[in-house]
Every structure is written in C-alpha cells, then in structure tokens.
C-alpha cells in the first residue's frame, strides 16, 4: 500500500517537471536560451519607454529619461552571459557561433553606444540625448541583421 503511494507521488512529480518544459526540445535545449530571450525582452521593453520619453509632443521628463537610460545600462549585457556552446538554438541563428568574433564586435558596438547614451542622458542635455539614442537603435539592427532570425 504504501508502496503504491510512493510510485504515484513520484509519477505525478515527473508530470510536472515535463509540464515545465513544454517547449520544442530541438530549438529549446536549455534554460539559456529563455534566459537570454527575456534579458533582451526586457532591453527592448526600456527601448520602448526611451524612444516615447524622448520623441514625445509633450513636455521632454529628462528624470524619467535617466531612469531608463539607467536600466538599458543595467540590462544592457544580461543576455550575452547565455550564449554559450551549448545554448545554440532559440531565434539565434548558427551564424552567433560560427561568426563568433563578428558577434562579439556587434555586442561591443552595442555596449559602447548605450554607455555613451546613459552619458548623455546623465548631462542632461537633449540634443546630446537625441544624438547619442539613435546609435544604439542602429547597433540592435546591425546585429539582428546577421545573427537573429526574422
Ligand atoms: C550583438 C547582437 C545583438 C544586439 C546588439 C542586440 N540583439 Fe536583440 N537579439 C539578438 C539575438 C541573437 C536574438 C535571438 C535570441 C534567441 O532567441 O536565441 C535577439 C533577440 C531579441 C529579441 C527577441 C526576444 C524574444 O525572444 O522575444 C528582442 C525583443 C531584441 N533582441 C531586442 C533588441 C534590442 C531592442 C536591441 C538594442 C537595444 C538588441 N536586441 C540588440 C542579438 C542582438
């Protein structure tokens, strides 16, 4: 009886641990992948909020502009920590492995733009914000060019 009891419970337990999973195993080997997918969620999400705080018609809130310049910054490397040999797959395409130092001069490009943008939003000055914002859209669709799938 008891036994009985035991084979159930672990039953149910490997149900739920593939209920967690319930992903394609061949694009979604690992964690990774969702990992670095939400780190870049949430970097374009800041991109959303920058671009309407520094295109708006209305009054420019150069505090509101700081605080996301600041969290793009923070965000800004979180998904290049996922993009090991083993995390291929997802919407990268086999280029990010295969062209490795291209990738990686993108993702400095990149970097290097958005730290000259949260300079800028940190001066306060809009015409340097304005001037410093649209490089760092560039580098995202310099990258996505080569290395995400459409
Ligand atoms: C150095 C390359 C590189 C740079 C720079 C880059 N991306 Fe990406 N991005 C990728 C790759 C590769 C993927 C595909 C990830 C995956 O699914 O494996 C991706 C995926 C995404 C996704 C889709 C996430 C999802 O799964 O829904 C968004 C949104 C995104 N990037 C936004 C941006 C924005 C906004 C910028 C610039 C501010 C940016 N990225 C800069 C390479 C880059």
């Known amino acids: 009886m008891k036994f009985t009891y035991f084979v159930l419970i672990l039953a149910l337990g490997v149900t739920a641990c593939e209920r967690r999973t319930g992903q394609d195993p061949a694009l979604y080997p690992n964690e ?5 997918q939400t780190a870049f969620k949430n970097i374009g999400g800041d991109m959303t909020l920058l ?3 520094i295109n708006t018609s209305g009054a420019i809130d150069i505090n509101k ?3 996301y310049a600041d969290d793009l910054s923070k965000h800004a490397k ?4 996922f993009f090991d040999e083993k995390d291929k797959g ?3 395409r086999p280029e990010v492995w295969l062209q490795r130092p291209v990738f990686e001069m993108e993702r ?3 970097i290097a733009a958005v730290e000259r943008f949260n300079a800028a939003a940190g001066s306060g000055e809009i015409e ?3 001037a410093t914002f649209a490089p760092v859209g560039d580098s995202c669709k310099s990258c996505h060019d080569t290395f995400k799938m459409k």
């Open 32 to 36: 990774n992948i969702r990992d670095r």
């Open 51 to 53: 671009s309407k705080a």
């Open 65 to 67: 502009i700081k605080q």
């Open 78 to 81: 979180q998904p290049f920590d």
């Open 90 to 92: 997802g919407k990268s």
């Open 108 to 110: 400095d490009k990149f």
């Open 128 to 130: 340097q914000i304005r």
